[in-house]
């Protein structure tokens, strides 16, 4: 049979019924209505609720990510194969820090001392241990950097080692184990010289951290160093680390 | 201004006599309906397989009629 539309143009507060007559069967299609507000204390979806013939309730066409704040108005459609609306586009919002310290001693844990963060810390520094403590589970990016620089012209210092070591603290698993587990390593060659012909060096390396949410903490070492201990050739200008978040859930 | 909006049906869904069709707003937290919201100018398309088009029409609810096809 050929399609059919029935309407009715009345204002009526909260619901508008249409009830289906007895002789009548048909296939529902679409409809459409106007909503407006008029004086809701919060927001509101706009619904139809299908009823049977004894009075229940079978189905609800509704989306909770279709909502009308209040005090707005709304011209709806309602028909198959929409798709869900979402929660929304939602800007990625994943926190990130960074810290970066200068000077430190060769041939022991960079000092990270100075904080460039953005919103509410996710992890401690630990300035005893020197480490940073992520708390919360998820996925991470973490990138380093060293300069340093030879304090004589032509005293080449030895290879610098710039590492990140991760100790992952666990319980709640049948075995408790803390090892370092050095994530990166890298040692630099790249070189420039300044006014007054020292060599500078930079290195960088990049790894990732996994957080099992059954784990407790995560410490993270930045380690920037020589590889031969105690080398005074060389000066280590300043080191940086940013742990970026990449995922709130871990496995992501 | 009213901002259009979708939302989905079931699909291919069969009523016969007795069912109702309640366009209303609800809560989204307990879903009862929000009376301080009016609706107006519903307009139901439907494919009749039983009844005339005549027997369509049901309290306020009106039968359009005009060119078809």
């Given at each position: 049979m050929a399609d059919a539309q029935i309407s009715s143009p009345a204002v009526e507060a909260g619901e508008s019924v249409y009830t289906i007559a007895p002789a009548v069967e048909f296939t529902l299609k679409t409809i459409s209505a106007e909503f407006a507000d008029n004086g809701a204390a919060a927001a509101w979806l706009p619904a139809v609720l299908i009823s049977s013939d004894a009075g229940l309730v079978i189905a609800r066409a509704v989306d909770q990510a279709v909502q009308v704040q209040a005090g707005d108005d709304a011209s709806v459609s309602f028909f198959p194969g929409v798709k869900h609306a979402g929660g929304g586009a939602s800007a990625l919002d994943l926190p990130w820090g960074m810290r970066q310290g200068d000077a430190p001693t060769t041939g022991t844990a960079c000092v990270l001392g100075t904080a460039f963060d953005d919103g509410p810390a996710f992890y401690t520094w630990d300035a005893f241990n020197k480490c940073i403590i992520l708390h919360e589970p998820g996925q991470y990016l973490m990138m380093a950097s060293l300069t340093y620089d030879e304090t004589?012209?032509?005293?080449?210092?030895?290879n610098g080692r710039l590492s990140l070591t991760v100790d992952v603290t666990e319980t709640g698993l049948s075995t408790s184990w803390n090892p370092w587990f050095p994530i990166l390593e890298h040692t630099t060659q790249v070189g420039s010289t300044d006014s007054a012909g020292h060599k500078w060096w930079f290195c960088q390396a990049t790894g990732f951290v996994g957080f099992d949410p059954r784990m407790t903490s995560v410490r993270i070492r930045y380690f920037a160093g020589f590889s031969t201990a105690a080398t005074p050739d060389a000066v280590i200008e300043w080191g940086i680390v940013k742990i970026s978040t990449l995922s709130a859930t871990f496995p992501p | 201004m009213a901002q259009p909006l979708t939302v989905a049906l079931p699909p291919g869904l069969s009523l016969s006599g007795g069912c109702t069709l309640a366009v209303c707003a609800l809560d989204?937290?307990?879903?009862?309906?929000?009376?301080d919201v009016d609706i107006s100018n519903v307009t139901i398309e439907v494919e009749l397989t039983a009844g005339s088009e005549a027997d369509l029409e049901s309290g306020p609810f009106m039968l359009v009629t005009g060119p078809r096809g």
């Open positions: 004589a012209a032509g005293t080449t210092p030895a | 989204p937290a307990t879903g009862s309906v929000v009376t």
